[in-house]
Nanobody, 123 residues
Framework: QAQVAESGGGSVQAGGSLRLSCEFSDSVCMLAWFRQAPGKEREGVAAIYTGGGRTQYADSVTGRFTISRDNTKNTVYLEMNNLKPEDTAMYYC???????????????????WGQGTQVTVSS
């Protein structure tokens, strides 16, 4: 069974930066970050193959967020720069034992979810 554990998050002012971390188990092939703001649907933010070779981003974060991995630590990072108030949400790490070729940011691709970490961006 795949497992994930998130860390990071917090409160920053607009234009600031934060880094989220997600430690994953060896059985994870694909990992993604999702976010959900109050009253809104869960949104895929960024995804990565833990073995390398593929990343995908939502249009709303392209150019500002970077997903990366450190396989020596079994950890995936989400570096978030130039944060905006609309980035405020609960951020979730999600894992899949399979590497899908399409719809990497669709929540149904992922069977294991973290507890979430809050990101708040003030104007």
């Amino acid at each position: 069974q795949a497992q994930v554990a998130e860390s990071g998050g917090g409160s920053v002012q607009a234009g600031g930066s934060l880094r989220l971390s997600c430690e994953f188990s060896d059985s994870v092939c694909m990992l993604a970050w999702f976010r959900q703001a109050p009253g809104k649907e869960r949104e895929g933010v960024a995804a990565i193959y833990t073995g390398g070779g593929r990343t995908q981003y939502a249009d709303s974060v392209t150019g500002r967020f970077t997903i990366s991995r450190d396989n020596t630590k079994n950890t995936v990072y989400l570096e978030m720069n130039n944060l905006k108030p609309e980035d405020t949400a609960m951020y979730y790490c999600a894992a899949s034992r399979h590497c899908y070729e399409s719809y990497l940011l669709h929540p149904q691709r992922y069977s294991t979810w973290g507890q979430g970490t809050q990101v708040t961006v003030s104007s």
